[in-house]
């Protein structure tokens, strides 16, 4: 089963809610997700841990989860894309994964340009939901698409 890593901002009700409604289209396409929020650690659930402990466990075990997988998915919404997502995202490039993106933010930072591209040159798709839906624009990507192919290992 392909594995992805799933990079996104997690820091309020609606962000988790939003990645695990899209964890679940992505699972339910059959693929496995691993979700920091769900399947890894978050800072403030981790008592009795310095700030230095928890962000060597909480990098450490993201950077393993990435490893282990074959795609990152990466949620672009934001002023700028969450800066940790970001570290993922060239984490991920650098090591040859494939890296899907999805959008539906219409705000930008950079003057002329939707994204940096340094992102946009990390990514094989961009999805982009600025004018529909995310869940059926994802669901219709992925009814189009597959994000890996093991035996090509694409």
Known sequence: MTKIYFAAPLFNEAEKAYNLQLARVL????????????????????PGM????????IFAAD???IDESD???MVLDG??????ACVELGYAFAKGKRCYG????????????????????????????RNQPSISALTTFLSQN????????L
């Open 146 to 153: 597959k994000l890996f192919d093991k035996e090509k290992n």
């Open 27 to 46: 699972e339910e396409a059959g693929y496995f997700v691993f979700l920091p929020q769900r399947d890894g650690y978050e800072a403030p659930k981790m």
């Open 50 to 57: 310095t700030e230095e402990e928890k962000a060597v466990k």
């Open 63 to 65: 950077i393993a989860a």
């Open 102 to 129: 999805i959008r539906s933010d219409v705000r930008a930072a950079e003057r002329g340009l939707e994204l940096n591209p340094m992102l946009t040159g990390c990514f094989n798709a961009i999805i982009d939901c």
């Open 79 to 84: 002023r700028v894309p969450d800066e940790g």
């Open 71 to 73: 795609v990152l998915f």
